[in-house]
């Protein structure tokens, strides 16, 4: 069984992309951390919950993305490009 607090998680998705800007939506309860392919593009640990949005481009092919939280959730919105 897992407590409701103290407490972390690593959740992955690989996922093919087409070349753009992205924009994520995170949201969190106390914090979260996002890598996208190894990078570090969003380090947020504070103790109450928030929402915050994340743009970052990426080029056309297959992306890793993982975070690791207690509690959150990620949207990806569709890509702004210029085709």
């Known amino acids: 069984m897992v407590n409701d607090d103290n407490f972390s998680a690593r959740y992955s998705s690989v996922q093919l992309f087409n070349a753009g800007t992205y924009e994520f939506i995170v949201s969190s309860d106390d914090g979260v951390r996002v890598f996208i392919d190894g990078v570090l593009v ?3 640990y504070i103790g109450r919950a928030h929402h915050r949005p994340l ?6 092919g297959t992306h890793c993305w993982w ?6 959730s990620i949207r990806r919105r569709s890509s702004s490009s210029g085709s």
């Open 42 to 44: 969003l380090d947020r």
């Open 67 to 72: 975070w690791s939280t207690s509690r959150a």
């Open 55 to 60: 743009q970052y481009t990426l080029t056309a």
